[in-house]
């Protein structure tokens, strides 16, 4: 799926409004997004001296819901399948899992990713553009899934808690500034904390070996090759120094001759492996160099090049040329290349995906939804068949069969950020805009907007009738939970 205005309106409201500094949002105001809920668990005021698993899985919950809405998060759903379905392979093999983990992408070219309480996992989308097997870019991963199960951050919290107090507003906002942007991080953290927090949340050189020991024995376990963590640790060091600024991955992760030489003879321990990319994991790259890393103008260009070089005629290249020529709506020249690729394997979702948008393009609506009924019928659970089915819908007038795929999306998956935006659309289309302002403050729910969100549900109240009691009810009672709640977690 591609982000256009017309089809996505508020995930392009929200991309206006990621400029450099949206980040101190979070240190001025708590903007908690999470479906309102009373029972829900006491922290302990305003300190963390004693961070329970319970409590770290809540303040981490709460942690990335802010960076919804406050980082320029990738909502894209074949990149989501992706990362998660890696990122949980890896975790399967890991020790000391206390709650499950979500992985997560950030648009940003450079090279990086961080994990933070709860078992969140973010990767830039330059760390698997740089990354040359997949076996790399798992090790990242798994580095940083090492750091949560070790309990590295919440190690910190606490210890930065016995210095000092930690307000909750204080705390989301250094976690988010340092792990992201160290300068920033180290900025925030004295400004609320002092300088004793000159320390950073960077992780200390113990805590880094520990994380590269740990994250190589589950990278192992679970089928990769531990010597391509030495061999990535090697090229960053070269890449970082015929730079003139450090790499934001060696900022937050530092990165001395001694670690590299220290993860080069661990990795010595385990045998060497080969071990072949997946299909998913070379076609996830090819999306993130046509959608994320380069420039629109130059992608036709780079991949028309990619696929004249020896070796470089591969389907994963074609499907990155294909969405070139996408993007730069050249319809007939993507559909050409995207339905010879079906023609190899008709149920690839990363082709599906494509060829759908060309036929809306095309203004093939119908032909689109022909096409999406049938796979819905083979995978009616999967995020990206079912939002390519309602987003098609949409374009063909199909607003309630749209609805009523979404909604039934939303009952398993009821954090997507894409289903919440497209049901508003429908929603304001049947010109019903009690429920298109309801779902507006679901999307904004969801992205850490919770005034706004509670604007909206005051909105949606306005636009029903009075003799709608029952509906009347139910969304004043949603409005009263969702305060009640934002007024809780402000005094923490």
């Known amino acids: 799926m591609i982000f256009d205005s017309c089809r996505f309106p508020l995930l392009l409201s929200l991309r206006k409004h990621l400029v450099t500094g949206c980040l101190l949002v979070l240190l001025g105001c708590i903007h908690i997004s999470a479906y309102a809920n009373p029972n829900l668990p006491d922290l302990g005021g305003s300190g963390f001296s004693t961070l329970t698993p319970e409590k770290e899985k809540i303040l981490g919950d709460v942690l990335m819901r802010q960076a919804k809405g406050s980082l320029p998060m990738v909502f894209d759903p074949l990149l989501d399948e992706y990362i998660n379905a890696l990122g949980n392979r890896l975790v399967a093999n890991a020790n000391d899992v206390r709650f499950p983990f979500r992985f997560y992408w950030i648009d940003d070219r450079n090279i990086n990713a961080f994990a933070t309480l709860g078992g969140h996992v973010a990767s830039h989308t330059g760390t698997l553009a740089i990354s040359e097997s997949e076996s790399e870019f798992a090790s990242v991963m798994a580095h940083e899934i090492a750091h949560v199960t070790q309990r590295h951050i919440a190690r910190f919290v606490e ?6 107090p930690l307000t909750l507003a204080g705390l989301l906002g250094a976690i988010v500034l340092a792990t992201v942007n160290p300068e920033a991080g180290m900025a925030a953290m004295m400004a609320t904390q002092g300088a004793q927090a000159q320390a950073s949340i960077n992780f200390t050189r113990s805590n880094e070996q520990e994380a590269d020991r740990i994250g190589m024995q589950i990278l192992s376990d679970a089928g990769f090759d531990p010597h391509a963590v030495p061999d990535f640790f090697r090229r960053l060091s070269e890449r970082s120094r015929f730079m003139n600024q450090q790499l934001a991955f060696l900022q937050t992760h530092p990165l001395s001759q001694a670690r590299v030489t220290d993860t080069r003879l661990r990795a010595e321990r385990f045998p060497k492996r080969f071990v072949p990319d997946s299909q998913d994991y070379t076609l996830a790259k090819a999306r993130v160099l046509a959608r994320y890393q380069h420039k629109n103008e130059d992608v036709v260009t780079i991949f028309t090049q990619r696929l004249q070089q020896p070796g470089g005629n591969t389907r994963a290249n074609q499907y990155g040329l294909a969405i070139a020529y996408l993007d730069a709506k050249r319809y007939a020249e993507a ?16 082709y599906l995906d494509v060829y759908t948008d060309v036929l809306l393009g ?71 805009y009690a429920r298109f302002y309801e779902a507006r403050a679901d999307f904004h729910y969801q992205l850490a907007n919770y005034p706004r969100a509670i604007d909206d549900l005051q909105e949606a109240l306005n636009h029903l ?23 809780r977690l402000r005094r923490m």
Request: proline residues 1%.
């Open 465 to 487: 009738s009075s003799s709608d009691k029952l509906e009347n009810r139910r969304l004043e009672s949603k409005r009263r939970q969702m305060q009640a709640e934002f007024d």
């Open 335 to 350: 559909e050409t290349l995207i339905v010879e690729l079906l023609e190899k394997d008709e149920y690839n979702l990363y």
């Open 159 to 164: 210890a930065q808690s016995q210095r000092a």
């Open 362 to 432: 095309l203004n093939r609506a119908n032909e689109a939804l022909e096409m999406l009924e049938h796979h819905y019928r083979i995978r009616p659970n999967n995020q990206v068949v079912t939002l390519n089915y309602a987003n098609a819908a949409i374009k063909a007038g199909g607003n309630r069969l749209a609805i009523h795929l979404l909604k039934n999306m939303l009952f398993y998956k009821e954090d997507n950020i894409l289903a919440y935006d497209l049901i508003a659309k429908a929603y304001q289309n049947l010109e019903d």
